[in-house]
């Protein structure tokens, strides 16, 4: 009995310092999670109303011989894949993982942010191109550079990203988006959203001028955006998790503390037992 209560004080010892750590990551996590949803509610207007901006010039001026919109016979794409370089985050990896695997075909280029994306490429012996994921907007630059020439060059016939949407602090959706071409459906939406404004759009010196600075631009605050909004689904998971892990700790040192009574009631009354024993035998 006296074994069996040290071993449930060395459990009951063990939960609590994980139970530490679990904490201090919760509230790491949710001091980083705070300030990347300040940054994403910063970003998010900016880089969706681009994207409303270029479907509507390309359904309104029907531009189709732009380099940058030419399609071509390459059935493989640029794929960004956005994951974490960090675990302790929940299913996060796993539902993106989950979501590039139906949408990334064999031949496809994948450029990974994130090393946990980099680990699965490198282990399945696919081709990847490995990112940081603390990437900076002027790195985004140079990657949006490399992507129009490779698409303009046909290396590539498309550009896609696979990215977390941040919804609320315990939900985020993995979505692949096809960054370009922008599909006709697409373009018809949301000029049909904005009929109003595009009867009277005009470019200044001309409609292919505006798109060799307007589709960089697209592509660069987008992509930037989405990783922002990534950075914040996998901080909020993260927390859940952590929250989840400290809460499931307390509730495991409660039933340990229960059990060590338990034991140790059990261990008086024995001793009292063989007392009163060893007095009637004299």
Not at 70 to 76: E, L, R, V, Y
Not at 171 to 183: A, M, Q, R, Y
Request: glycine share 6%.
């Amino acid at each position: 009995m006296p074994g069996s209560m040290q071993s449930i004080k060395r459990r009951m010892k063990s939960v609590e310092s994980t139970k530490k750590i679990t904490r201090a990551m919760q509230l790491v996590a949710t001091s980083k999670l705070r300030k990347m949803r300040n940054l994403l509610e910063a970003q998010k207007p900016y880089y969706t109303i681009v994207y409303e901006v270029v479907a509507q010039i390309l359904a309104t001026c029907q531009v189709e011989d732009h380099p940058y919109l030419k399609t071509n016979d390459n059935p493989h794409s640029a794929v960004i894949l956005i994951t974490s370089s960090l675990g302790l985050c929940g299913g996060y990896n796993s539902n993106v993982m989950k979501c590039a695997k139906e949408h990334i075909k064999e031949g496809d280029l994948v450029y990974c942010l994130g090393s946990k994306g980099a680990s699965h490429y490198h282990e399945a012996d696919l081709g990847y191109m490995d990112l940081s994921n603390d990437l900076s907007f002027e790195e985004v630059r140079s990657l949006v550079k490399e992507l129009l020439g490779k698409y303009q060059s046909g290396a590539i016939g498309g550009i896609k990203i696979v990215y977390t949407e941040f919804v609320n602090n315990l939900t985020f959706t993995p979505h692949c988006v096809k960054l370009l071409p922008i599909s006709k459906e697409d373009q018809k939406a949301i000029a049909g959203s904005h009929q109003a404004s595009s009867a009277y759009m005009g470019f200044e010196p001309n409609a292919n001028e505006v798109l060799n600075q307007l589709i960089p631009m697209y592509l660069q605050s987008t992509i930037y955006g989405y990783l922002v909004e990534s950075v914040t689904s996998e901080n909020a998971s993260r927390r859940t998790s952590m929250e989840n892990a400290t809460d499931n700790a307390t509730e495991l040192t409660e039933q340990l503390r229960l059990k060590y009574n338990q034991a140790r009631q059990t261990a008086i009354t024995n001793e009292i037992s063989e007392i009163v024993a060893g007095a009637n035998a004299q």
